[in-house]
């Protein structure tokens, strides 16, 4: 398997650090994830097939570790699973230079996932690419700090368009506006969700076509794809 292609999987849940305990599920060269910051405001579903693992539960507790392991290892690895009486306790990593273990956990400490109800429609929604990517993460970081920022639907007579605005609640707050095109019916009230989360979500999908599905209710659907993956992320709102 490709090293980078599994850091790439790997990447679009961990969030860089955000998440570090997972179970990945493997059947029939399938590999399925799903997972819940730990924040508990969001929550990551990935498949991906074509993935050279054999049919497994692995429970993956710390994250960060796994990370520095295949850190060192070239870019053609081999992945097995080592099991006693049928339970995964090992995944076993090797390339042309190292043979490393990595301990798998008990599936009792691994965060278990809340089935989401999600709306029947959505309120908005809106196509992302590399240049919003770039867009929203230049925008993140020209704010120090910065804990939220809102998408507001705005319809007008010739144009439907979906406000992002950069920044805290606060009227003084600095903030930063830009606008995407977008599909609704009706104009919404600004709402707010957490900028860090989003940030880690576009860095770890910036070669991926996506869109965006926003609910009043206080909820995002963020999709993306890319050759054999698929992955989706629920976000819920900030509170203010």
Same mark, same amino acid.
């Given at each position: 398997?490709?090293?980078?292609?599994?850091?790439?999987? *790997?990447?679009?849940?961990?969030?860089?650090?955000?998440? /570090?305990?997972?179970?990945?599920?493997?059947?029939? !060269?399938?590999?399925?994830?799903?997972?819940?910051?730990?924040?508990?405001?969001?929550?990551?579903?990935?498949?991906?097939?074509?993935?050279?693992?054999?049919?497994?539960?692995?429970?993956?507790?710390?994250?960060?570790?796994?990370?520095?392991?295949?850190?060192?290892?070239?870019?053609?690895?081999?992945?097995? *699973?080592? @099991?006693? &009486?049928?339970? =995964?306790?090992?995944? $076993?990593?090797?390339?042309?230079?190292?043979?490393? @273990?990595?301990?798998? @956990?008990?599936?009792?400490?691994? =965060?278990?996932?809340?089935?989401?109800?999600?709306?029947?429609?959505?309120?908005?929604?809106?196509?992302? $690419? $590399?240049?919003?990517?770039?867009?929203?993460?230049? @925008?993140?970081?020209?704010?120090?700090?910065?804990?939220?920022?809102?998408?507001?639907?705005?319809?007008?007579?010739?144009? !439907?368009?979906?406000?992002?605005?950069?920044?805290?609640?606060?009227?003084?707050?600095?903030?930063?506006?830009?606008? /995407?095109?977008?599909?609704?019916?009706?104009?919404?009230?600004?709402? =707010?969700? =957490?900028?860090?989360?989003? &940030?880690?979500?576009?860095?770890?999908?910036?070669?991926?076509?996506?869109?965006?599905?926003?609910?009043?209710?206080?909820?995002?659907?963020?999709?993306? /794809?890319?050759?054999?993956?698929? *992955?989706?992320?629920? *976000?819920?709102?900030?509170? $203010?």
């Amino acid at each position: 398997m490709n090293k980078e292609t599994l850091l790439n999987i *790997v990447d679009k849940y961990y969030l860089n650090g955000l998440c /570090e305990s997972v179970k990945w599920n493997v059947k029939d !060269k399938q590999l399925n994830i799903n997972a819940v910051l730990a924040t508990k405001n969001a929550i990551t579903q990935i498949t991906c097939t074509d993935v050279d693992i054999e049919d497994s539960d692995l429970c993956i507790f710390n994250t960060t570790q796994l990370i520095s392991l295949l850190s060192i290892t070239n870019d053609f690895i081999e992945l097995n *699973v080592e @099991s006693i &009486k049928s339970t =995964p306790v090992k995944l $076993n990593i090797s390339d042309n230079q190292y043979d490393l @273990s990595y301990h798998l @956990s008990d599936a009792t400490i691994i =965060p278990s996932v809340a089935t989401i109800d999600e709306p029947s429609s959505y309120d908005f929604e809106f196509s992302v $690419n $590399n240049e919003f990517i770039t867009k929203f993460i230049k @925008s993140y970081a020209a704010l120090d700090k910065n804990p939220r920022f809102t998408m507001q639907a705005h319809l007008e007579p010739e144009s !439907k368009t979906i406000e992002i605005v950069m920044g805290a609640a606060e009227q003084h707050a600095n903030k930063i506006k830009f606008k /995407e095109e977008g599909d609704f019916i009706i104009s919404t009230e600004p709402i =707010p969700f =957490p900028a860090n989360i989003f &940030k880690e979500i576009f860095s770890a999908n910036k070669n991926a076509t996506g869109k965006i599905y926003v609910s009043s209710m206080g909820l995002a659907k963020v999709t993306f /794809e890319e050759e054999n993956i698929k *992955v989706t992320y629920f *976000v819920a709102r900030n509170n $203010n």
